[in-house]
């Protein structure tokens, strides 16, 4: 069975993407949560991979760090889960989406941290502003493209749904206004099961903090 450790649920972004991922294919795994507040993080996290980051995978001798790998190892892993687009024009948009959301938006990252169970007023700036635009329109391409083919950014789940997902939450937390196509895809997101098991558990992580 796989090992997947993480950080906070109310806080850790780039876990929930691996972590839905193996929700949302049914795979059973062992989920480890260490406190990124704990005075021992640097060396907990150094003990679980030199990266001294989380998300990190473990497949009996197997160590996979940073999410956008991990993610890649599970569509690897799982080729009837179509975790990427079929089509190949689809799946180079998709592709693009997940590098862009991975390597990019640090004015979202900084200026509107992931608080999960928080509900805070939105923060105002021109960067931010471009960052939820730039986002909003990517969601609203691919809605519009793929409607008719199932309520995920490309009709069925991918990695372009996980790696966004985190997105959903910041624009739950912050209620940030979406035109329609965005806020049926943002609706359905939250709903999911898997969505709601893990805003849970932020929840009871602050009840308990
Ligand atoms: N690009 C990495 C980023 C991972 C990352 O920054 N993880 C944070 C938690 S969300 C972390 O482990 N922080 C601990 C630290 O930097 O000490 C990924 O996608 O996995």
């Not at 150094?46 to 569509?75: F, H, M, N, R």
């Not at 999960?116 to 691919?142: C, F, M, N, P, Y």
């Amino acid at each position: 069975m796989f090992r997947l450790i993480i950080g906070n649920k109310n806080t850790s972004s780039w876990s929930l993407r691996p972590w839905l991922v193996l929700k949302m294919i049914n795979e059973p795994f062992e989920e480890v949560v260490v406190d990124l507040a704990s005075p021992d993080i640097q060396a907990i996290l150094s003990s679980i991979t030199p990266a001294g980051k989380v998300p990190v995978l473990q497949d009996k001798q197997l160590t996979v760090w940073d999410s956008l790998a991990i993610c890649e190892y599970l569509a690897e892993c799982f080729p009837g889960s179509h975790l990427w687009p079929s089509d190949p024009a689809a799946r180079a948009i998709a592709r693009s989406m997940v590098a862009e959301m991975h390597s990019g938006f640090s004015h979202l990252r900084t200026q509107m941290p992931l608080d999960v169970h928080g509900r805070r007023k939105e923060a105002q700036s021109a960067t931010l502003d471009a960052d939820i635009a730039r986002i909003v329109h990517l969601w609203e391409e691919q809605r519009t493209r793929y409607h008719l083919s199932g309520p995920f950014l490309f009709g069925h789940f991918t990695l372009a749904d996980a790696f966004f997902a985190p997105v959903v939450f910041r624009f739950q937390s912050y209620d940030v206004d979406l035109p329609p196509a965005s806020r049926a895809w943002v609706d359905h997101m939250l709903a999911l099961p898997a969505m709601q098991e893990w805003a849970q558990a932020a929840a009871t992580e602050i009840n308990l903090g």
